[in-house]
């Protein structure tokens, strides 16, 4: 009973973190991640709620972390962790955290909608995981300027990251990216390492630009206030890794006109 436990936690761990997929021909990680303080949720690469409590507790682990406790998520909370999806944290708990009210989500409330300590721990969700060293990459950042670089910049970023910054500024504002220095493992399709752009709050929409090499991508300016930074690196071969900063613009009804929108 306890080899066959075992082989079914080895075979999971080794579906769940195999290698990028390709999709269409183009290197695909669909994973949503979303981090406060070392706090961050976490779907399963197949999608939203499927996680059983043991194999939440393994996602966290495989990442060098643990399942958040109600303390660290309402933590996270307080400094504007939101997120509409119940997952896994620790105790066998199940829920999620609420900073703004809304109809659709968190049945109005604000705090951890907490669905308690879970019987049945065959149940799926997703999870909620917690890891203080995975801090510098990515982010929820929502200052009008700040510069955003390649974990352990200066030096080389390391293989296997995933780091995703979320930009949120004022609504009406538009954020602008200035590339300051970009040197990532160059490869025709950037299908190896790749910083991409996304013009939207999430990696699913809005999809801006993927850039890898050495020659400094243009400015990219959003259309709303939102925006978000993906950086992947695959298993071998580093480079000099990037910088960049963004800023907020105000959008005044002269800045150009909406025939775009
Ligand atoms: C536990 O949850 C799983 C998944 O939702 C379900 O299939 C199963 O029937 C549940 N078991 C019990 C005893 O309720
Ligand atoms: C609005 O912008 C579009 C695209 O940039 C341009 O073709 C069009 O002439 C502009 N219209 C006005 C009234 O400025
Ligand atoms: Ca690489």
Redesign the pocket.
């Known amino acids: 009973m306890f080899a066959f436990r075992l082989i079914w936690v080895i075979c999971f761990i080794l579906e769940e973190t195999h290698e990028w997929g390709f999709k269409n021909g183009v290197l695909h990680n669909s994973i949503w991640l979303e981090q406060a303080a070392g706090v961050y949720h976490r779907e399963s690469r197949k999608g939203k709620y499927q996680l059983t409590y043991k194999e939440a507790k393994a996602v966290c682990k495989f990442e060098g972390g643990n399942l958040a406790s109600y303390e660290q998520l309402e933590a996270a909370r307080k400094i504007g962790f939101h997120v509409c999806a119940a997952g896994w944290f620790d105790k066998a708990r199940v829920g999620y955290p609420i900073v703004k009210a809304g109809t659709n989500c968190g049945f109005g409330k604000v705090g951890i909608i907490d669905y308690g300590y879970r019987l049945n721990k065959s149940e799926k969700w997703d999870v909620y995981c917690y890891n203080p060293t995975a801090k510098q990459c990515g982010g929820i950042l929502t200052e009008q300027r700040r510069i955003i670089q390649s974990p352990g910049y200066p030096d080389e970023y390391e293989d296997k990251q995933i780091c995703y910054w979320h930009i949120r500024v004022g609504y009406g504002q538009k954020i602008v990216l200035k590339f300051l220095d970009f040197d990532v493992e160059d490869d025709l399709a950037c299908l190896a390492d790749y910083l991409e752009v996304y013009d939207s709050y999430d990696d699913v929409s809005g999809f801006a630009g993927r850039f890898c090499g050495d020659e400094l991508p243009n400015d990219i300016i959003s259309t709303g206030n939102v925006m978000t930074l993906k950086f992947l690196s695959d298993s071998s071969v580093t480079a000099g890794g990037f910088r960049l900063e963004y800023v907020t613009v105000d959008t005044p009804s002269s800045f ?5 929108s």
């Open positions: 150009g006109n909406n025939s775009y």
